[in-house]
C-alpha cells in the first residue's frame, strides 16, 4: 500500500479519535449534526431563512427519507427544531430551529469559529490559504472518485 495513503488515512483519523470535548454538539449522533450542518449551510446562504423544507435539507444530507423523518424525530425529542404545517399548503411541512435550537446553534458556531481563527492565526495567512484550497480540492477529489469505482 502507497505510504503517502496510510499517512493520509492517519491523519484524517486524528479528527474522528478527538475527546468527546471537541463533539460539535453533546448528545447528537452524527445524523442529527449533519441537520444542524445543513440549517446553518442554508443560514449562510440565505440569512433570513426561519423555515426549512425536507427536500431543501436533503439536498445537503441525502438521506433516505426514512432516515431524515427519524431524525427530524429525534431533534424534535430533543428539543432543536419543530415541524411547522403552513395554514395555506398544509401538504408541505417545514422544520424550523426552536429558541433552544437557535442558542445551541448559534453557540457552537461561535465556539468553531473561534477555534478555526486561532488555528488560521497559528498556521499564518499564507498556509491558511494553501489549506482552504487543499480542502476544496480534496472535496471536489473526493466526489470525483466515487463515479472511478
Known sequence: MDNRIMKLIIA?????????QYRIIEGLNASETGV?????????????????GLSELNSYLNFTRPNLSQ?????????????????????????????????????????????????AKILGEEDTDKLIELVLRFADAYEKSAELK
Open 36 to 52: 444542524f450542518w445543513a440549517m446553518t449551510q442554508i443560514i449562510a446562504e440565505k440569512p433570513d431563512t426561519e423555515l426549512f
Open 12 to 20: 484524517l483519523g486524528k479528527f474522528s479519535a478527538q475527546p468527546r
Open 71 to 119: 431524525t427530524i424525530n429525534k431533534l424534535e425529542d430533543k428539543g432543536y427544531v419543530e415541524r411547522v404545517v403552513l395554514k395555506d399548503d398544509r401538504r408541505v411541512t417545514y422544520i424550523r430551529l426552536t429558541e433552544n435550537g437557535k442558542a445551541t446553534a448559534k453557540a457552537k458556531y461561535d465556539e468553531i469559529f473561534v477555534r478555526l481563527e486561532n488555528i
